[in-house]
């Protein structure tokens, strides 16, 4: 999938501009919810465990094979505002450089809904396909208390996925998805850039194919890094003081 950049700010990193292809589906679609900066952890992910059921949250879905476009348009046609990430690549084509757009995490989509809206969109099964569209991803680092032997689904908070949009609306083609095996060293201080596009975003200095990064992990496994940063780019920051930098 292609897709030039002429976007606005915060929609140009979502799939607002791709029409969908396999939806069979047509609605206007949904602007991003914007998030109110409230304190987070290291990690975004949070339990939806002790969350009123009609409270909005951030929920991670998961997305089968396939079919991100798809959910997408399935999400913003019951009014519920999402978000899909997408990775910026500078090709060349016929001698011209341009920039190209692809999900950054096609197998995942958040959704900023209620949690009993949520279930009601993963019970959605395709009459001619058996697979569900969205599925819940679980928080497996804690369990339910009516349920010990099984996980809750996982939320992110606002302050959280506000500096993962912030990140992901980014166009530069050298903000990549990573894993832990990626960083060549442990993560080491949590740090706020202070200078560059890439000024606001917190999270965790690495080293990166030979480069220093900052690394935003939305929730285990999940991670995204910036380009490169310099040290005089970077202020180190104690978590309890994220709140503050965000406000």
């Known amino acids: 999938m292609e897709e030039t950049t002429n976007l606005s700010p915060k929609a140009d990193a979502s799939l607002y501009n791709g029409q969908p292809t396999d939806a069979?589906?047509?609605?206007?679609?949904?602007?991003?919810?914007?998030?109110?900066?409230?304190?987070?952890?290291?990690?975004?992910?949070?339990?939806?465990?002790?969350?009123?059921?009609?409270?909005?949250?951030?929920?991670?879905?998961?997305?089968?094979?396939?079919?991100i476009i798809k959910a997408k348009t399935y999400v913003e046609c019951k009014g519920i505002d999402c978000y899909v990430p997408l990775r910026y690549k500078q090709i060349?084509?016929?001698g011209k450089k341009r920039i190209v757009t692809e999900p950054l995490l096609p197998s995942f989509i958040f959704v900023h809904t209620s949690c009993s809206q949520v279930e009601a969109l993963c019970r959605n099964v395709n009459a001619s396909d058996s697979r569900a569209l969205l599925s819940f991803y679980y928080d497996h680092t804690s369990f339910r208390a009516d349920a010990p032997d099984k996980n809750p689904p996982l939320t992110i908070s606002d302050s959280a996925m506000d500096n993962f949009i912030r990140l992901t609306s980014i166009k530069n083609p050298h903000v990549i998805p990573v894993t832990s095996e990626n960083i060549k060293y442990k993560l080491g201080d949590e740090v706020v850039i202070t200078k560059g596009e890439f000024m606001g975003i917190?999270?965790?200095?690495?080293?990166?194919?030979?480069?220093?990064?900052?690394?935003?992990?939305?929730?285990?496994?999940?991670?995204?890094?910036?380009?490169?940063?310099?040290?005089?780019?970077?202020?180190?920051?104690?978590?309890?003081?994220?709140?503050?930098?965000?406000?």
């Not at 998030?35 to 002790?50: F, L, Q, T, Y």
């Not at 003081?241 to 965000?246: A, C, G, V, Y």
Request: positive net charge; proline residues 4%; aromatic residues 6%.
């Open 24 to 67: 069979g589906l047509s609605c206007p679609s949904a602007r991003l919810t914007s998030c109110m900066p409230s304190i987070s952890k290291n990690k975004g992910g949070v339990s939806v465990e002790n969350v009123p059921l009609e409270s909005k949250r951030w929920f991670v879905l998961r997305v089968s094979y396939g079919r």
């Open 92 to 94: 060349t084509k016929q």
């Open 202 to 247: 917190h999270g965790r200095v690495a080293r990166i194919a030979g480069q220093q990064r900052v690394v935003v992990e939305l929730f285990d496994g999940c991670l995204v890094a910036t380009a490169y940063v310099p040290k005089e780019a970077m202020k180190k920051i104690m978590i309890k003081d994220i709140e503050n930098i965000l406000l």
